[in-house]
T-cell receptor
Framework: DAGVIQSPRHEVTEMGQEVTLRCKPI?????LFWYRQTMMRGLELLIY????????DSGMPEDRFSAKMPNASFSTLKIQPSEPRDSAVYFC????????????FGPGTRLTVT | DAKTTQPTSMDCAEGRAANLPCNHS???????VYWYRQIHSQGPQYIIH?????ETNEMASLIITEDRKSSTLILPHATLRDTAVYYC??????????WGAGTKLIIKP
């Protein structure tokens, strides 16, 4: 079975540009999570969805970040405008059920903003 | 803030059992303990979780003390592919995983 799919795997962009990260969760999973990982701050939860509805976006750093889940098989995380401090690895994860239980992570998107 | 305490790093010889400790002295009675690991340049991987009883699966065993203030993850026969950062996790008040710094486990030949 395919795991969580993320695209692109690597993204290099200039400051001020819009960045869109994409995620396809595992089929049948109804919770989806976006994380950011940096050396300084470790792994941070940005937002999570349950049944396509955003439940908690308190981890989203600022208004430049937005996330959508238009259907059960697709989610996006958008940064507009991007800044160098947004450089990080962004992970998407999915799980069955509302509580985190067993989360399955994608391979991540490494974002570099110059 | 993370609600667990783990050693920063540990070494283990290949083929031996790797025992990774974790303190979670403030854990409440109905909170599970979760273990994940992250191999370099990959996404985290779920290993095991438990509440009170010891648990075992194909990857590892989890031993939880009777007072539930600490636990130990055991990899019975460590291989070089087990080199990773291991996270011991409990949930926050919103029922989400709180990720600390984890233990960097290095398996040596």
């Amino acid at each position: 079975d395919a795991g969580v799919i993320q695209s692109p795997r690597h993204e290099v962009t200039e400051m001020g540009q819009e960045v869109t990260l994409r995620c396809k969760p595992i089929s049948g999973h109804n919770s989806l999570f976006w994380y950011r990982q940096t050396m300084m701050r470790g792994l941070e939860l940005l937002i999570y969805f349950n049944n396509n509805v955003p439940i908690d976006d308190s981890g989203m750093p600022e208004d430049r970040f937005s996330a959508k889940m238009p259907n059960a098989s697709f989610s996006t995380l958008k940064i507009q405008p991007s800044e160098p401090r947004d450089s990080a690895v962004y992970f998407c994860a999915s799980s069955r059920g509302y509580a985190p239980y067993e989360q399955y992570f994608g391979p991540g998107t490494r974002l570099t903003v110059t | 803030d993370a609600k667990t305490t783990q050693p920063t790093s540990m070494d283990c010889a290949e083929g031996r059992a790797a025992n990774l400790p974790c303190n979670h002295s403030t854990i409440s009675g109905n909170e599970y303990v979760y273990w994940y690991r992250q191999i370099h340049s990959q996404g985290p991987q779920y290993i095991i979780h438990g509440l009170k009883n010891n648990e075992t699966n194909e990857m590892a065993s989890l031993i939880i003390t009777e007072d539930r203030k600490s636990s130990t993850l055991i990899l019975p026969h460590a291989t070089l592919r087990d080199t990773a950062v291991y996270y011991c996790i409990v949930l926050d008040s919103n029922y989400q995983l709180i990720w600390g710094a984890g233990t960097k486990l290095i398996i040596k030949p």
